[in-house]
């Protein structure tokens, strides 16, 4: 039996593709990219009733308002996320940030704090960031009102993320005088989700990066990590900017561990690796 060859996407093609991606939403895919952009299109084209792939890519890209271009947005982002990933992060936030924000808080007689999960995937970041707030408050600051703005461009991974539905194994990272924040699903016996008072705190929403930002701040952080590594220096230049403008002074900025701000120019003041404060 003979078995054919894959539909290959040429040169012109692959050219359509990572223009309209790049267009769209910021992500650079670069030619060490083309394996990954020919393998997820593929998968994509068997659950389509196109023919080929250029026949599928001549509909998706001459409706780029449609649900096949979200999809195909979908597929070529990463969404590798976990509770409490890159720890330190959250050791910084819950035992120096925090404690120091609630205090300036109450001098000034501000009850709220604004954070901003800005590629929340999944929603394991958010609700971690909503469980170190919950335990925070609870020890400094009982009066004290926070809110965790979560976006993401990936229609498919908020989903997940409102649902806040997890496998117990995912939970594992979750350090222990934080399980309380966790319930057994009452929908999914072998599954955990936040408690009604983490689910509260955060708001997921849809959100394209580089496009206009429909809020305002100021906001007291925000966590945007592992995201700008898909973008190319003069959106990363942009992007550092404008996270700048909507934080509060004293505010601080999470970076993922592979990022860097080197070659960017920024006003921001360096704390310690990936995090930075806006004086």
């Not at 078995?3 to 996407?9: C, N, V």
């Not at 509909?59 to 999809?71: I, K, N, P, R, Y």
């Not at 969404?79 to 404690?99: C, I, K, V, W």
Request: aromatic letters at 10%.
């Amino acid at each position: 039996m003979m078995t054919l060859a894959p539909d290959m996407l040429d040169a012109r093609d692959l050219r359509r593709i990572t223009d309209a991606v790049y267009q769209h939403c910021g992500i650079n895919l670069h030619e060490g990219k083309n394996e990954l952009v020919q393998a997820r299109l593929t998968k994509l084209l068997r659950h389509s009733s196109f023919e080929s792939l250029g026949e599928y890519l001549d509909h998706v890209l001459a409706h780029q308002d449609g649900a096949e271009f979200s999809d195909l947005i979908d597929s070529l982002s990463t969404n590798l996320t976990s509770f409490f990933r890159e720890g330190d992060h959250f050791t910084y936030l819950g035992q120096e940030f925090l404690p120091g924000l609630i205090a300036q808080k109450r001098k000034k007689n501000q009850t709220t704090i604004r954070g901003w999960s800005a590629a929340c995937s999944t929603g394991e970041e958010p609700y971690s960031i909503a469980m170190i707030l919950g335990d925070v408050i609870e020890e400094f600051g009982r009066n004290i009102h926070a809110r965790v703005l979560a976006t993401d461009i990936s229609q498919r991974v908020l989903r997940t993320a409102r649902e806040g539905i997890y496998e117990r194994r995912r939970t594992d990272p979750v350090p222990q005088l934080l399980r309380r924040f966790l319930t057994i699903s009452t929908q999914r016996p072998a599954s955990v989700e936040p408690i009604a008072e983490i689910r509260q705190m955060v708001c997921f929403a849809h959100l394209n990066l580089i496009e206009a930002w429909p809020f305002t701040g100021p906001l007291d952080f925000i966590f945007c990590r592992n995201v700008m590594i898909y973008f190319d220096k003069p959106t990363q230049q942009r992007l550092i900017g404008r996270f700048y403008d909507i934080l509060a002074p004293g505010g601080v900025l999470f970076t993922g561990h592979s990022e860097s701000l080197t070659g960017i120019t920024h006003r921001f003041r360096y704390v310690q690796p990936t995090i930075y404060l806006k004086p």
